[in-house]
């Protein structure tokens, strides 16, 4: 079925929620709310009782080629949770936290002593969580030494290190930057000392501030902050404040993106309950994405995706671009996902079970799938969306079928997301705001054309969203 003949058999409520609606205000009215990716083509799943042995095959073999590949490793713990949050996994303690950095290093021993892993330079490394700059001093310097010795860095490594501004203490940062941490990821979220407090962030503006300079004065790594906007009470004004004040800190880059209120998540009780004022509505968003994008522009940031900017060259980004665009990616710890030539996978999210397996000399895996093979074509739909930009004739180019994308090229020109310039098209400011829309229409268009998937196909992803 071609797209056109699948988007007229929808209702206007399935065309609306999948395509958008043309308006003379895109930015605010184009979708009446953001979806959610899921990632990638679905796969195939391997049944369990053969998980281990695929993953421990893949590990003993070679790369096709000269793969780029990156490893991530996921610390599950935070002091508190924030009431947005909707990856919290534990709390801190001590002894909890000394005996999963043991487990974690031996997982990555485990992997680390087979071909597979050795094969290539590993690129970048990004330690997540959770909040991994909550480690005690004595287990970061375990983890990264450990990291160091058992990976094959690239000279030109980003070794990325996330986490509160809280934990920017003296002697936790003088173990990093000895460790060979080069970039900090830290959530500040809001300058405002009662936007950012009511939400859970300990600090107020003036020790956020502080610390900032502090952690710049070592001179060691790019710095990254991520704001969000739309908290409550995050007015115009407010947002305004937080961005000149992010320019103002001297951080080398930042992620500016919109705050999600999860359905039953503690933000979205505290305000049914009137603890706090209601979030930013998503047109209220697009005003406050629209004056940060704009502002950052005038002062010469660098755009590094639809969400990311730098201020200088010492942001690279690099792991987050890599990540969108298919890279392999080597998983460790409780909560981690990754993919390896052609299998993906998720680990335990339960620490007991990740405790038990690691233990038994297994690989935590929760599941593992074999991949979509038009995965390679959904990394290149995410990884060029992801920088503003769709070449449809570069996507025809990977399979003829693909040339029925044009009809949504068209479309959506219309409907004023995005632009053609002769080659390829460009996100509009609306398109930049919609990205993450217009990404999973794109990949289930694709899908569509290339497997025939049926209009259960929207029923199923509405449920999921709403859901
Ligand atoms: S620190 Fe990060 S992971 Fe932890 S609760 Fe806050 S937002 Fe969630």
Known sequence: MDLEAYFSQLSPEEQMLQFGRKNPDPLALAFDRKRVVHAGMKGKMIPPPLAQGVWQKTLQGAPQGRPTQMAYFHIPFCKTKCLYCGFFQNGTSQEAEDRYVDLLIRELEQDAAQPRLQAAPIQAVFIGGGTPTSLAPENARKLLSAIHRCLPLSNDCEL?????????????????????????????????????????????????????????????????????????????????????????????????????????????????????????????????????????????????????????????????????????????????????????????????????????????????????????????????????????????RMDSRLSGLQWLGDLWEEYGLWKHNGYLYHLTEAGQFWEVNMTQTVLECVELLLEGAEKGKVAEARVAEQG
């Open 160 to 396: 990325t290190l996330e986490g509160r501004i809280h934990d920017l203490v003296p002697e936790k940062m003088e173990v990093w930057f000895a460790e060979g941490v080069n970039r900090m990821s830290l959530g500040v979220q809001s300058f405002d000392t009662k936007v950012r407090q009511q939400v859970g962030r300990i600090d107020d503006q003036d020790a956020v501030l502080e610390k900032l300079r502090a952690l710049s004065a070592w001179n060691q790594c790019a710095v990254v902050i991520d704001l969000m906007y739309g908290l409550p009470d995050q007015t115009l004004e407010v947002w305004k404040k937080d961005v000149e004040l992010l320019v103002q800190s001297g951080v080398d880059g930042a992620d500016l993106y919109q705050l999600d209120v999860f359905d039953k998540s503690d933000l979205a009780l505290s305000i049914q309950k009137g603890r706090l004022s209601p979030a930013a509505t998503t047109r209220q968003q697009t005003a406050l994405f629209a004056w940060g994008k704009g502002y950052l522009d005038a002062q010469g940031w660098k755009r590094l995706s639809f969400c990311h900017w730098a201020r200088n060259n010492r942001e690279r980004s690099l792991y987050n671009t890599l990540a969108r665009s298919g890279a392999q990616l080597f998983p460790f710890g409780c909560g981690a996902g990754g993919h390896v030539d052609g299998v993906s996978t998720m680990l335990h999210r339960a620490l007991p079970m990740y405790e038990r397996m690691v233990s038994a000399g297994q690989k935590p895996l929760m599941f593992l799938q074999q991949e979509s093979p038009y995965a390679r074509i959904a990394d290149r739909i995410q990884a060029q969306l992801n920088q503003c930009r769709l070449d449809l004739e570069d996507l025809a």
